[in-house]
């Protein structure tokens, strides 16, 4: 099988290169993003591999169709960046990697949220430059406070029991509530009424759109701690800048952003950013940007390898495709 391989990184072709030989395909590593511009590179392949910021539109699907593409591989879990009316329409089938590493992606959401509320990343800036004062560090206890979790899946559960093991009260929300987990399941605004820190991990979808808007937000506790590691539009941007001007908001952990699409993977330092939402969220001293990083770790970079070759060996050798998404 030949695969075009759009938005390739450094770090991409480290894990899949090698594997290529063992799973008998030949992968073409293109560093541009799969957009309408760039799909024509895919001519000649039978497969495409993207990632979270490469968009499958209408018209992207239907230029792949017109070259014999009927395959789509996601290197990620999240499917919110193709349009799957069209590929069904096409006969286009889309394979995804469900879960390669919950854990990589809840521990960084608590690396983040400890950083923000102990504000970490300002204390390292400090002590670079010998400034040893740690007034204005003061964060808060964690211990026997409440945390709330929206989306209890594979990711959402990891969260669940690391909050437990900081000897935290766990509030849940999830349309499919799994009564197993050590958490109190209550509604959505319960859970924004009584919760000190929110970690998010549902999906993108059109019910969880903006999720965190200003309505919840005033119905969020003074000083709460947010941290997004799913998708940048759970939240409505605007709002969470009003709630930070306002002081209603303690601290916010962003690794994903609604308009993260073009900035977020790449180096645009010595660019003018041309997003004021995005340039005014960084100049807060409370909230801490990543880079849609949470997964980033060798372990889930190692799976993510082996179960995308997988789903291709798998389609290739007509077997059963466990990892479909339509
Ligand atoms: P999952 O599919 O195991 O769990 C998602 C949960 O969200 C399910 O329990 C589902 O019932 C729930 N859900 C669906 N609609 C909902 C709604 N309207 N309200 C509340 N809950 C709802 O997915 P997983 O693996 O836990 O991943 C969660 C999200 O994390 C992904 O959708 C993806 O966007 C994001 N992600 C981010 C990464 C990063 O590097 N920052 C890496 C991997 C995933």
Redesign the pocket.
Known sequence: MDIAFFGTKPYDKLWFEPLSKEYSCHIHFIEAKMNSDTVVLAEGSNAVCIF?NDYVTAEVAQRLSSMGIKLILLR???F?NVDLSATKELGITVLRV???S?A??AE?SMAAILAVNRQLHRAYNRTRDFNMSINGLMGRDMNCKTAGV????????CMIDIFNGFHMKVLA????P?ENLDAVYVP?DELFEKSDFISL?????K??YH?INGNSIARMRPGVIISN???GSLIDSNALLDGLKEGKIGGVAL??YEEEEGIFYEDVSGKIIQDDVLSRLSTFPNVLITS?????TREAMQAIAIETLENAFAYENGMKLINIVQ
Request: a negative charge; hydrophobic letters at 35%.
């Open positions: 979270v990620c879990a999240g919110n469900p879960s390669y919950p990589a992606v960084f929206i989306g209890t899946g594979k990711i959402g559960q929300y999830d349309v499919y799994n959505l991990h549902c999906p993108l979808t019910d969880t999720i590691t799913s998708r690794d994903v849609h990083m949470g997964f980033f």
